[in-house]
C-alpha cells in the first residue's frame, strides 16, 4: 500500500512537471516574440492582428467509501478513491482577410476521472475523458476557419478578443461560417451560467445537455461545418460533424453519406424588467451505427448473439432524435439563473456524449459583489437525469455502455445530483474553487450510493 501511494505520488509529480514545463515553454515563446515586436501585449494583440490565449486547469477530485451489495465492470468503486486530472489549452487566432480568421488550439491532456470516468451517468468532472492512459498527451483540440458575411453595411458591433476569437468589427446582421476540427458544445447549447467545468459547474450533465448525444470522439472534438443567421435580437444556427467510429471512440467516421450528426438552434435574446436573458431550443438527429437496445436484448434472450455489444456496431443507417430547451435569466446584477430540459428517444445506444436519454437541470450563480469579492462567485445547481424503458432493459440484462453497467438494474431510479461551489479569484490570472456534489443512485440504480464527491481545482488563464 505505502509503495502504491509513493508510486501514485511519482506518476503526479512527474506530470505536473511536465505540465509546466510545457506552460512555462509556451509563455516565453509568447514573451519573446512580444518584446522583438517592442510593443505592449496590448498593442501586439491590437495591431497585429493576432490572438494569444492560454489556459490551464487542474482538478483534484474523490469521494469517501460508500455502500453497494453487488458492482459491475462499469461500476464506480465503492472504497475511497482519489483522482486528478489535468489540461492545457494554447488559443491561437489569426486574421486572413476582411471577416475571417483562422484558429488553432493543441492541447495537453492528462491523468484521469474517479473510477476511470465510469460508474455515473452526469459524470462529476467534465475535464476528464475515457481515457485508460492518465499519461500527458499532447494533440489538435481545435483548428477552424470563420468567415463573416455582412448583411447591414450601417450597423456594427465590436467584438473582443478572447479564446478564439480576433478583436473585430462586425456587422449587426451577418451571416458566420465556420468550418474545420472544433467541438460542437463550442457553438449549441451554450451558456453563460453554466458551460465550462473550468470555471463553473464541473459535472458533464451541468456542462452540456446531458440528453444532447452530440458528435465527439473520445475527447469532445469532431469535424464539421456551422453556419450562423445572425440577427441583433436572435440567431439560427445549424451544423453538420462526423460520428465516431464506435461509441465514445477517439477515431471519426469519415463515411459521411452514411453516417452525420444534423444539428439544428434557435437562439432568442430579450431584456425583462432591464435584466437580460436568453432562450435556446435544439434539434438535433444523429445517423451512425448505433445497435438499438431492444435488438440486442432480443438476440440474447433467443441465443442468436449474446454479446451484448452496444459500442462496435456493423450496420449504418441507424438514427437518434432529440431535443433540448436552455434558458438562462439574469436576476440582478449580482445573481444569474439557467434551466435545462433534454431528451432523447433512446432507442439506439449512447454514441458519444453521456448515457443519458432525458435529463432536467437548474440552478444560480451568485457573484461576489455584495461582500466586496467582485471576481468570486458561487454556483448552486441540481440535475436529475433518467434513461429509456429500451435503456433500462439492457443494463438490467447485464449489458454495459460506454460509462455504465453494474451488471444488473432490478431497481430503476433517476440518477439525482446537487453540486455547489465556490470560485476565488486568487491573483489576476488565477482562480481556486472547492467543489461538491451529491449524487443520489449514481448510474440509475437505488441499490448503489449515495455518493459524495468533493473537489478542488485551480485554473490559470492569460
Given amino acids: 500500500m505505502f509503495y502504491s501511494h509513493r508510486l501514485v505520488l511519482r506518476n503526479f509529480s512527474l506530470m505536473m512537471r511536465r505540465y509546466l514545463t510545457f506552460l512555462l515553454s509556451l509563455s ?25 490565449h492560454l489556459q490551464f486547469t487542474g482538478i483534484l477530485q474523490g469521494h469517501p ?7 459491475g465492470q462499469n461500476s464506480l468503486t465503492t472504497e475511497h478513491e482519489r483522482a486528478y486530472s489535468v489540461t492545457t489549452t494554447l488559443y491561437l487566432g489569426r486574421k486572413l482577410w476582411q471577416g475571417a480568421a483562422l484558429y488553432f488550439n493543441p492541447e495537453m491532456a492528462g491523468g484521469k476521472g474517479i473510477g476511470s470516468t465510469l460508474g455515473i451517468a452526469g459524470f462529476p468532472n467534465g475535464e476528464t475523458f475515457r481515457i485508460g492512459n492518465p499519461e500527458p498527451t499532447v494533440y489538435i483540440a481545435r483548428i477552424f476557419l470563420r468567415q463573416h458575411i455582412s448583411l447591414d453595411k450601417d450597423h456594427y458591433e465590436d467584438i473582443t478578443d478572447d479564446q478564439n476569437q480576433v478583436k473585430e468589427r462586425v456587422s449587426t446582421s451577418r451571416i458566420t461560417l465556420t468550418a474545420g476540427k472544433f467541438s460542437i458544445g463550442d457553438f449549441f447549447d451554450n451558456s453563460n451560467v453554466s458551460h465550462d467545468p473550468r470555471s463553473d459547474f464541473m459535472n458533464w450533465a451541468l456542462m452540456n445537455n446531458g440528453a444532447y448525444d452530440y458528435a465527439a470522439n473520445t475527447r469532445g472534438y469532431t469535424y464539421g461545418f456551422t453556419a450562423e443567421y445572425v440577427r441583433p435580437g436572435w440567431t439560427l444556427r445549424l451544423a453538420t460533424a462526423l460520428e465516431p467510429k464506435y461509441a465514445n471512440g477517439p477515431e471519426l467516421d469519415w463515411h459521411y453519406t452514411h453516417t452525420s450528426s444534423e444539428n439544428l438552434e434557435l437562439e432568442k435574446r430579450y431584456t425583462l424588467h432591464g435584466h437580460k436573458g436568453t432562450v435556446r431550443l435544439l434539434s438535433f438527429l444523429n445517423i451512425n451505427k448505433a445497435p438499438n437496445y431492444n435488438d440486442v436484448v432480443a438476440a440474447k ?13 456493423k450496420k449504418y443507417g441507424s438514427k437518434k432524435l432529440g431535443f433540448g430547451l436552455n434558458a438562462e435569466q439574469e436576476l440582478s446584477s449580482a445573481i444569474n439563473a439557467f434551466l435545462r430540459l433534454g431528451w432523447n428517444d433512446g432507442k439506439t445506444a ?4 453521456a448515457e443519458i436519454d432525458n435529463t432536467v437541470s437548474g440552478g444560480i450563480r451568485i457573484s461576489g ?3 466586496k469579492r467582485t471576481a468570486d462567485n458561487i454556483g448552486v445547481a441540481v440535475l436529475s437525469n433518467g434513461i429509456s424503458s429500451g435503456h433500462r432493459n439492457f443494463l438490467n440484462n447485464g449489458g454495459y455502455g460506454f460509462m455504465i453497467g ?3 438494474l432490478s431497481h430503476y431510479r433517476r440518477e439525482n445530483t446537487a453540486e455547489v461551489f465556490y470560485e476565488s479569484k486568487i491573483f489576476s490570472n488565477l482562480w481556486a474553487t472547492l467543489d461538491y456534489q451529491f449524487v443520489d443512485h449514481p448510474a440509475y440504480n437505488k441499490d448503489r450510493g449515495p455518493v459524495h464527491v468533493f473537489a478542488a481545482r485551480l485554473h490559470l488563464e492569460f
Fill in 28 to 52: 516565453l515563446i509568447l514573451l519573446m516574440q512580444a518584446a522583438f515586436a517592442q510593443q505592449s501585449s496590448d498593442a501586439l494583440l491590437k495591431d497585429s492582428g493576432w490572438s494569444y
Fill in 65 to 71: 467509501s460508500f455502500n453497494a451489495p453487488y458492482s
Fill in 301 to 313: 434472450l433467443n441465443g442468436s448473439d449474446t454479446s451484448m455489444d452496444v459500442l462496435y456496431g
Fill in 350 to 353: 449512447s454514441w458519444a456524449f
Fill in 369 to 371: 459583489q455584495s461582500w
Fill in 406 to 408: 453494474d451488471g444488473q
